[in-house]
């Protein structure tokens, strides 16, 4: 009770206090990305980030909406981010799952989480992947902090306007939410506006209703970039 009270003081002590603070920084859920990074690298702090991950990996069921937040957009701050590096790997990943290739399949998946250890693919894919070889408590798991991770990019915005985006740290996680919502790819394109880098979907419903899509890469295309060009 006293680890989920102070969980819930920090919680509202960065939505209220730092929110004022960060008035003029980009933020997700009236969190500055400047107050993320410094919270997930403040060693022994409530949401350092190797407490948190290692939490996580072990399907810990007391993890908090704000502790899945810090995880996911932190995750950009640590050495191993590499969004661009990533998709390619995932997209391996997605041709492997089935029975047959479960064995290449894990062995792809373990390499990405190893790397990206919030990364939607590998862990809906590994869920798949578990499942079809029968293995069960590792399917649930994975499916577990598939929806966590889901649940905590949903939240960030509607996605029906350029203010109201869907914000990623990875490109690759807009075509997850996308299938996860059943919702068919019509086309795309990459726009920047006032600072930010997004990703427009046009995409078709199961009504066959078809309509725009927004998510705000600019985590991704800033940081992401950044070490493309100094590979």
């Known amino acids: 009770m006293h680890y989920l009270s102070k969980n819930y003081f920090f919680y509202f002590f960065i939505l209220i206090f730092f929110q004022n603070i960060h008035l003029h920084s980009q933020t997700v859920q009236g969190v500055s990305y400047d107050l993320i990074k410094q919270m997930t690298q403040e060693k022994n702090g409530v949401y350092e980030y190797n ?7 072990n399907a810990d069921t007391t993890l908090l909406e704000m502790d899945c937040l810090m995880l996911y957009y932190g995750s950009v701050y640590q050495k ?3 969004p661009y590096k990533h998709i390619t790997w995932e997209d391996s990943l997605g041709r492997l799952t089935d029975a047959k290739n479960a064995p290449k399949a894990l062995q792809m998946m373990d390499k990405i989480l190893e790397e ?3 990364s939607l693919t590998a862990h809906i894919e590994g869920a798949y992947t578990f499942h079809a070889i029968g293995r069960k408590k590792e399917s649930t798991q994975h499916l577990y902090q598939y929806n966590r991770l889901l649940y905590t990019i949903m939240t960030s915005g509607m996605g029906n306007s350029y203010e ?3 914000i990623l ?7 997850v939410v996308l299938m996860s919502n059943q919702l068919s790819i019509v086309s795309k394109s990459i726009n920047g506006q006032n600072d930010k880098y997004y990703l427009v979907y046009l995409v078709k419903n199961r009504e066959k209703k078809e309509y725009p899509i927004y ?3 600019t985590l991704a295309y800033t940081i992401g970039m950044e070490k493309v060009k100094n590979k």
């Open 51 to 57: 407490t948190l991950l290692k939490r996580f990996q």
């Open 80 to 82: 191993n981010y590499h």
């Open 116 to 118: 990206n250890p919030v």
């Open 164 to 166: 109201n985006s869907i």
């Open 169 to 175: 740290i990875s490109p690759k996680d807009a075509e």
């Open 215 to 217: 998510f705000d890469i």
